[in-house]
């Protein structure tokens, strides 16, 4: 795994070094300086120097660097890196030269629980902070902790569950959802999709008593048409359920997700930890429904006018509405003056964006608005100057009790010894990510 990590400022000098393995030394620092920090150059986050693979990540002016002479598993190192990052924000707010030298007793005390021998171990911020406590600067000794709570450390550490203690109680057992989607898209001028995709996160916010065995459901096209084959039933509940469920591409889940379950029979089985954890996240790209359309028709009247209609339509449902939209129609840079007419929300054109600023503060579902601007453009004698590049659309957006994969929770099962009924709420959530369409 990583045989070396390093802290260094942006002079290149060394703050924390701690070596795993004997086949680096701490002269290979010296390399890095001198290729990296003092190249001018536009840099990858790795850097091969002779059989040594240097891979950093910046953070304000500190270099936080892993090394290995292996064929590691790069994806792995980074997420260490960045786990380390929040660990250390953790610790202290400012991760900065001055705060590395200021606790570096806490950094080495950190980087030695988080990594053994280049592997990392224990990433997690809140058991850590169990057994390496920080007072007023200064470590706290661990003989000052009680006897009963060195043993819970001991268990949470190295048991199975390291992110959950078996002594939680709450007087009220609550378990939230949220099912958060970002839609991606690209359209033609012509309005043909050229690329479209959603990425979503289910996270969850649990408050639930002792040690609760949680099996989570949702309607993936793979489990669905298992169910469908081992219980057969009418052609048209079939078809029903071919139709709601969704084929996921990728899916990344929390690491008290027991992925040895999921792999055998698709069911997402975990103990929940204390509080707000992201459950998992995933990508699709077949069957999305777009929450909204744009129909945009720009017309150029010569040199000096422009004209501009652009129509929103909502795909969803009229029980339903959009919050905070906001449509960004890119105009030349030589533009004077913007006439413009709108049937809902305000807009403006907003000379430092070049472009005019659609805003609707509710949106309902399954209806259309239209936005006419008559653009007036400066004349320009420079006969070298570009055509307008005609930039896309975009929008900004978000859709409550709306999921463009079609993403459900069907069921959320809790099981714990004491047999409580916790009380769950789901929540749906559709925002724009990149959603732009050409004109």
């Known amino acids: 795994?990583?045989?070396?990590?390093?802290?260094?400022?942006?002079?290149?000098?060394v703050l924390i070094s701690r070596i795993y393995r004997d086949d680096i030394s701490r002269g290979v620092a010296n390399a890095f300086r001198l290729e990296v920090i003092g190249s001018q150059e536009t840099r990858s986050p790795v850097k091969l120097i002779g059989s040594t693979s240097?891979?950093?990540i910046k953070v304000g002016n500190i270099y936080i660097v892993g090394?290995?002479?292996?064929?590691?598993?790069?994806?792995?190192?980074?997420?260490?890196?960045?786990?380390?990052?929040d660990i250390f924000k953790s610790y202290f707010d400012n991760l900065d030269e001055d705060s590395i030298r200021n606790n570096f007793v806490l950094v080495y005390e950190l980087l030695d629980e988080i990594l053994d021998f280049g592997y990392p171990q224990n990433c997690s911020t809140d058991v850590l902070k169990l057994y390496i406590t920080q007072g007023q600067g200064k470590l706290k000794s661990l003989d000052k902790l009680k006897q009963d709570k060195i043993s819970k450390i001991t268990i949470q550490a190295t048991g199975t569950t390291p992110w959950r203690t078996p002594d939680i109680k709450y007087k009220r057992n609550e378990l939230y959802i949220d099912v958060v989607e970002s839609v991606n898209l690209l359209m033609s001028a012509e309005g043909n999709i050229l690329r479209a995709d959603v990425?979503?996160?289910?996270?969850?916010?649990?408050?639930?008593s002792g040690m609760p065995e949680c099996?989570?459901?949702?309607n993936d096209k793979v489990i669905m048409d298992r169910e469908k084959s081992s219980n057969g039933g009418s052609a048209a509940r079939s078809g029903a359920r071919r139709a709601n469920g969704i084929e996921i591409d990728d899916i990344t889940f929390h690491q008290c997700v027991r992925l040895g379950k999921f792999d055998s029979d698709r069911t997402v089985?975990?103990?929940p930890p204390d509080g707000e954890f992201e459950l998992m996240r995933y990508r699709t790209t077949e069957h999305i429904n777009l929450p909204f359309k744009v129909i945009p028709i720009v017309r150029e009247m010569g040199r000096t006018r422009l004209e501009c209609s652009v129509t929103v339509k909502s795909n969803f449902s009229s029980k339903m509405f959009g919050a905070n939209v906001k449509v960004i129609i890119p105009t030349p840079k030589n533009t004077a003056v913007c006439k413009i007419v709108v049937a809902a929300g305000k807009a403006k054109y907003?000379?430092?964006?070049?472009a005019i600023i659609w805003r609707i503060r509710r949106f309902p579902g399954d209806t259309e608005f239209t936005l006419r601007a008559e653009v007036e453009l400066m004349a320009s004698v420079n006969l070298d100057k570009k055509a307008w590049s005609r930039p896309p659309i975009s929008?900004?957006?978000q859709v409550t009790m709306f999921t463009a994969s079609g993403f459900s929770v069907r069921f959320l099962k809790v099981v714990e010894k004491s047999n409580y009924t916790p009380i769950k709420w789901v929540r749906y959530l559709t925002k724009a990510g990149t959603y732009q369409n050409r004109i």
């Open 54 to 56: 240097f891979m950093y």
């Open 199 to 208: 990425s979503g996160q289910v996270m969850m916010k649990c408050f639930l």
């Open 269 to 271: 089985s975990f103990i």
């Open 67 to 85: 090394v290995s002479r292996q064929n590691v598993n790069a994806c792995m190192v980074f997420e260490v890196l960045h786990q380390l990052v």
């Open 350 to 354: 907003m000379p430092e964006q070049d």
């Open 395 to 397: 929008m900004e957006f």
């Open 215 to 218: 099996k989570f459901g949702m």
């Open 1 to 13: 795994m990583i045989s070396a990590l390093f802290l260094m400022n942006g002079k290149g000098e």
